[in-house]
């Protein structure tokens, strides 16, 4: 049989062709705030016709660079990229892709700034200077000064795909940039992968310390932006939400109206990324005013309220910051004239109403001297919510260390009983007012907890047993939570509660019950701590459905729980697909009457 020819490399002319001719088009993909699933960007994405010679956009760009002439086909892609973002919404920003050997060209901030003159309505604060990567190359001179001569001209930079490849710590450290772009490799699956969600926290962690933004790229299923809105992070975009498309396409409301719907089928869905106080509960109502307000009429505004103790400061949809009572009343006289906008503190803090005591009181201690009085802003979209002062947050976390463990379980970091308590509170409230809360209403419950666990920690140490029970949380998220949008607790020890919409906790818990067992044949049941035998481990499974049409307080469900549990030993009657009884069990409550109070 002959070899199937290969297309030759594509040539320096044709190159020169499409670069010359500007045979280049634009697609655009937006991205949401996660806040409140309004399309606040776009990045613009370069598209080649097949007829040129070129299969892709990266066959494109990896010509250029083999020919040196990225500097000449980017200047065709910015160009056609400006120009289409002339007439957005002022508030929307444009995602601009540059390699970093342009970016760090002398001649990029003038080609920057002349190409943005030539289209009327964009203007430096709404382009983000996104730098992408051809090559493991790191050492570009002059890229950190580039940064900030670009940075000091109203652009912002940000790092594509950051933690792959060469967009990593140290080009990170040298670019220090304004959004981070996590590469599409930690969403791929992210909804089952725990190592991938302690590596997105650690982003968030330090994206919230160092006043960054975070986009999850790449996302191309609903559970896996249920699970970046989990985590805490503000910006998505990808297929799910929406595929690239024309300037037209993408700003026509209909197109628009879809992606919302999109993230509106999980934003209901979410649970919040923190169970303790956050700062929605804190916050107190503050004065917003306009940065081209005069200082002369902003003092004016503080002076008729003597409860303000100073005003935030909104630049249209960006918050440019903080200005106190006591300066802004001190400049009146001398700088009446000036815009409040030139008065603000840099460096102001902005938080989700989401953001947990601990994680404000980190930024806190990032506020130096001078500025450590002013308060945290509090932001949904580009909505201000409200501020926090620093000694509120002490209040609350002398508060919560009071509280202590009883929000979340320490073994798996899993909601614990009190907050259990608030959701089936929440769930029985809900069943006495139908169709008020949607897909929120859960009509089911379920108890698992492990049979012989006492035993195995007695044969194999506390150390192990806390692991089967960590390993045993993940596997009820993979299976149980994720696929059906379930809450779970863990209540202590080997046991677990779990809530679900109508008839959709059964087939996930037999689904889990396969699952467990099939791990279980890989656990010891001997060789441990003395030579103490452990008999194999199963599941028990209480299953309830309906119950919180039958109950009247979360003490009532418990009460139902033990009654189950005491049936348990002579009701176990779940048998696997092929006929034969498993190891874990299944005990479904039926009954439709209400509790009978003891005595």
């Known amino acids: 049989m002959g070899q199937t020819p290969t297309n030759p490399a594509p040539s320096r002319e044709q190159l020169l062709g499409v670069i010359s001719s500007r045979r280049v088009s634009v697609a655009f993909q937006p ?66 892709n540059t390699t970093p050997s342009v970016f760090a060209d002398a001649r990029f901030p003038g080609a920057l700034r002349e190409s943005i003159g030539r289209a009327s309505g964009v203007l430096p604060q709404r382009v983000v ?127 628009v109206s879809t992606v919302r719907g999109r993230w509106a089928e999980v934003d209901a869905e979410a649970a919040p990324a923190n169970d303790s106080a956050t700062l929605a509960k804190l916050c107190r109502p503050v004065l917003t005013l306009d940065a081209d307000l005069t200082v002369a009429h902003a003092a004016a505004a503080l002076r008729a309220d003597e409860t303000l103790a100073g005003a935030v400061v909104r630049d249209g949809r960006r918050i440019g910051g903080w200005v106190s009572r006591q300066s802004l009343l001190d400049r009146a006289g001398e700088t009446a004239g000036v815009r409040i906008g030139d008065s603000v503190t840099e460096g102001t803090y902005q938080l989700p109403p989401s953001a947990s005591v601990q994680e404000a009181l980190e930024l806190a201690c990032l506020l130096d001297e001078d500025t450590i009085a002013d308060p945290l802003i509090v932001t949904s979209g580009a909505s201000v919510i409200g501020i926090v002062r620093v000694r509120d947050l002490l209040r609350a976390a002398a508060r919560e260390g009071r509280l202590g463990q009883s929000w979340r379980a ?32 859960h009509s089911d419950a379920a108890f698992v907890d492990l049979r012989a666990f006492a035993s195995y920690n007695a044969a194999f140490g506390y150390e192990l047993g806390d692991r089967l029970i960590r390993s045993l949380s993940d596997l009820i998220n993979s299976t149980v939570v994720s696929p059906i949008g379930a809450f779970v607790a863990h209540l202590g020890e080997d046991r677990f509660l779990l809530t679900g919409a109508a008839g959709k ?31 194999p481990m199963s599941l028990r499974v209480l299953l309830l459905p309906g119950v919180f049409t039958r109950i009247a307080q979360p003490r009532d469900l418990y009460r139902r729980e033990q009654q189950l549990r005491a049936a348990s030993g002579s009701r176990s009657h779940r048998t696997s697909a092929q006929g034969g009884a498993t190891g874990s069990t299944m005990v479904t409550d039926w009954r439709r009457d209400g509790l009978r109070r003891a005595g």
């Open 129 to 255: 200077l996104e730098i992408t990567e051809l090559s493991d190359e790191q050492d570009f001179p002059g890229l950190a000064e580039q940064v900030r001569r670009l940075r000091d001209m109203g652009f912002d930079a940000a790092i594509d795909d950051a933690g792959a490849g060469a967009s990593g710590l140290n080009r990170m450290m040298i670019i220090r940039p304004t959004w981070i772009k996590l590469d599409r490799e930690f969403v791929r699956g992210i909804d089952t992968d725990r190592y991938k969600q302690n590596l997105v926290r650690f982003f968030v962690h330090f994206a919230r310390l160092s006043g960054v933004s975070v986009i999850a790229e790449g996302v191309e299923h609903k559970s896996e932006l249920a699970m970046v809105i989990d985590l805490g992070v503000r910006y998505a975009q990808g297929f799910y939400l929406g595929h690239p498309g024309s300037r037209e396409q993408t700003t026509d409301p209909r197109f």
């Open 31 to 96: 991205i949401l705030d996660l806040n409140d699933g309004m399309i606040v960007a776009y990045e613009a994405l370069t598209r080649i016709d097949a007829a040129t010679g070129f299969a892709n956009p990266a066959q494109l760009f990896e010509a250029a660079a083999k020919h040196g002439l990225l500097w000449e086909l980017e200047a065709v892609t910015r160009a056609a990229s400006i120009e289409a973002a002339a007439s957005w919404p002022s508030d929307t920003r444009l995602f601009l």
């Open 505 to 535: 906790l059964g087939p996930r818990l037999a689904a889990l019950m396969d699952a467990f067992d099939q791990q279980a044949t890989l656990l010891p049941t001997s060789g441990g701590l003395g030579g103490v035998p452990c008999p």
């Open 410 to 441: 320490p073994v798996t970091g899993l909601p614990a009983r009190t907050r259990a308590d608030q959701q089936v509170a929440a769930m029985i409230r809900m069943a006495r007012e139908p169709g008020t809360a949607g897909d929120a209403a």
